[in-house]
């Protein structure tokens, strides 16, 4: 079975940081890109931002210059480092991976991990 298992959530006051992780377990075969998204009560799931396997980023504009995402492909982790949180950055943070596997490959998400922040 292959599969994500995010951590490092939790509740921080505004102005503070916290970093993600999520690690990619099961028999792979390779990663190509991993993201980190999001969703806040009531509303959609949001990019938050993804890397490439050759570590090309991409990040949401509410989060611009804030978080950092980052990856170490012999590890199969993706990381997300979350400086001066806001209280808008409160939200569930899933990650996503498009995995190759003869398991369970495509485009898989974590069980999610909860960030809250308060102000």
């Known amino acids: 079975q292959v599969q994500l298992v995010e951590s490092g959530g939790g509740l921080v006051q505004a102005g503070g940081s916290l970093r993600l992780s999520c690690a990619a377990s099961?028999?792979?075969?390779?990663?190509?890109?991993m993201g980190w998204y999001r969703q806040a009560p009531g509303k959609q799931r949001e990019l938050v931002a993804d890397i490439s396997r050759e570590g090309t980023t991409n990040y949401g504009d509410s989060v611009k210059g804030r978080f950092t995402i980052s990856r170490d492909n012999a590890k199969n982790t993706v990381y997300l480092q979350m400086n001066s949180l806001k209280p808008e950055d409160t939200a569930v943070y899933y990650c996503?991976?498009?995995?190759?596997?003869?398991?369970?490959?495509?485009?898989?998400w974590g069980q999610g991990t909860q960030v809250t922040v308060s102000s």
């Open positions: 996503n991976a498009d995995v190759v596997s003869p398991v369970r490959g495509g485009s898989l």
């Open positions: 099961g028999i792979i075969f390779r990663i190509n890109a």
